[in-house]
Every structure is written in C-alpha cells, then in structure tokens.
C-alpha cells in the first residue's frame, strides 16, 4: 500500500473526501452569509437555524406528506426563504440602518426562537433521512471508494455556487442589486422597489442555507441544534474570505474544508481549531480578509 508522509494513500484519500465535501457546505453557507452582508450589511446570525430548517424541513416534508428528494431540493428551500422574507420585512426592516450590532442581536434571536420551538417539539435526539435509491452505492476509482451522493453533493453545492456568484457579477439583474443597495433613492427614482429587492436578497441568502441543509439531512444527523454547530466555523470563513466577497466565500470555503481534512490525517487534535488558527493569522496579516477590499 502507498504511503504519503507515513500515512496510506487510502487513508488520504478519504480525509480528503471529506474535507472537499465538508467545503461544498462551508461554501454554500458562506456564500449565503457574504450575499447577505455583502448587499445588505446584515450580520445574519440565524444563518445556522436556516440552515437546520432545509434539513429538518427535509424530513418533516417526506414524513408527512411523502415528498422525494427531489421535490424537496427545490421546495424546502423555496418554504425557507418565504421564511427569510417575513423575518427581513416585519423584523430587519425595523432596524435598517442601525449599526450592524442591532442586526446580529435580532437574528441571534430569531435562531434561538426556532431551534428553541423545534427541540420542544422534536428533541434534541437525531432525525433520520434515508438516502435516496439512486444514489446508495458508489464506485471504486482505485484509490479510493468515492460514494454517489457525496459526488452529487459536491458538484450540486459547486454549481450552485457558481451560478449565484455569475448572476451577482455577471447580470443586469446582479448589478440593480448592487446598485439597490448601494444608493437605493436613486434606483427608486429608476422605479426599482428597492425594499422588495431588499427581501428577496435576504431571501435567497437564505434559500442558499437551506439548500445546503437539503444536501445535508442524507449525510448528517437531522437535529434543531445542526445549525448552531457549524455556524461559528462558516463565520470564521467569511472572515478569512473578505467580509461580503462573494468569490471570496466559494474558494475559501472549499480550501478551509481541505485544510480541515487533510489537519485530521495528520494532526487530528488541531482538525477542530485548525480554521481559527488560519482566520487568526489571516487577521494579522490581511484584516480585510483574503479576498476582500480595504474599506
């Protein structure tokens, strides 16, 4: 068997795999944080708890009405950010303006109101979300057992991702969503509905969320407390990316999901700490992130 640095090729490989897929899911929620602060200069703090609603909704949707995978790829996180769209219209909206403290506490508030409900209703014990027939399986490339659904996860986050940042960068509809919320009096004097763009920005951060909560509930154990815990390490990558780069949360996150891997091949005590290690030193070299702009 082929050794690297002492360690199987095997071995490697699937920490690897692992850390590639644990970075499509930093990735998406990255991505969801920066367009959300990016555009909208909010701290969403209930990142997390939308994305436990994808996957909790996952499970509840085909326990009680029977909805397949596929249905609830698109449904779960449509639901979630009609979700997000109330919370920015009677809540956010409130508080437009404010200094970004007021932001972080609301929305810290609002996923504690959600996963407070729904441990009261379903426990903090694990739900459990069957892989769907068509993905069960995988295939031997070798070097390593590359299972189905940790493929399409992978690809299905990537995708996405880039979709949303070429439509942000690359489109007529990106640019009145920067400009919207860069001078919103002079795109309401083009006639653009600045604060219904403002929703459904804050909505599709979300959506992005619950997408990758979808992805998740084969994978992961389904429970209201998911979001909390991954959380705190999506903000770290944020930080290292650029506070509101939006290119800037799809690679990071991606890298810092290796890094993580390739830290538990190695040094497995250091694998929980090792993206606060990286932010720090990212911090005292670059404070406005790796990929973003000075202000």
């Known amino acids: 068997m082929s050794m690297i640095f002492g360690v199987p090729m095997a071995v490697l490989s699937g920490q690897l795999l692992i850390g590639i897929i644990n970075g499509a899911f930093y990735a998406l929620l ?14 969403n703090f209930a990142h997390g708890a939308m994305y436990m609603l994808g996957a909790m909704g996952t499970v ?10 596929w249905v609830a790829l698109f449904l779960a996180p449509v639901l979630v950010g009609i979700v997000g769209v109330l919370v920015e219209y009677f809540l956010l909206r409130r508080i437009a303006g404010q200094d970004h403290i007021y932001s972080l506490l609301l929305t810290f508030g609002v996923a504690l ?30 070097f390593m057992f590359l299972p189905y659904y940790r493929a399409w ?5 990537l995708l996405v991702c ?6 942000i960068e690359k489109t007529k509809l990106g640019a009145y969503l920067r400009a919207g919320t860069e001078d919103s ?19 599709f951060g979300v959506m992005l969320a619950a997408f990758a909560g979808v992805l998740a509930a084969p994978i992961y154990s389904v429970t209201p407390v998911m979001g909390s815990h991954i959380l705190i390490v999506v903000f770290a990558v944020v930080v290292i990316g650029g506070l509101g780069s939006i290119g800037g949360a799809i690679i990071t996150g ?5 890094v993580e891997g390739l830290t538990k091949t190695f040094y497995p005590p250091a694998s929980s700490a090792v993206i606060f290690l990286v932010m720090v030193i990212v911090l005292m070299i670059r404070p406005h992130g790796l990929f973003g702009k000075e202000a």
């Open 254 to 258: 991606v890298l810092m999901g290796v």
């Open 185 to 203: 009096q002079l795109m309401q004097g083009f006639g653009i509905n600045v604060p219904l763009l403002v929703s459904l920005t804050y909505g």
């Open 153 to 157: 996860v992978i690809v299905a986050a």
């Open 30 to 43: 990255s991505l969801g944080l920066a367009v959300i602060f990016g555009l909208l200069k909010i701290i």
């Open 162 to 167: 880039f979709g949303t940042w070429f439509m």
């Open 60 to 69: 509840i949707l085909f326990d009680n009405l029977g909805v397949n995978y």
């Open 113 to 142: 109101i959600m996963q407070g409900i729904l441990t009261n209703i379903y426990g903090v014990s694990g739900l459990r979300y069957s892989m769907p027939d068509m993905f069960k399986g995988g295939v031997n490339l070798g």
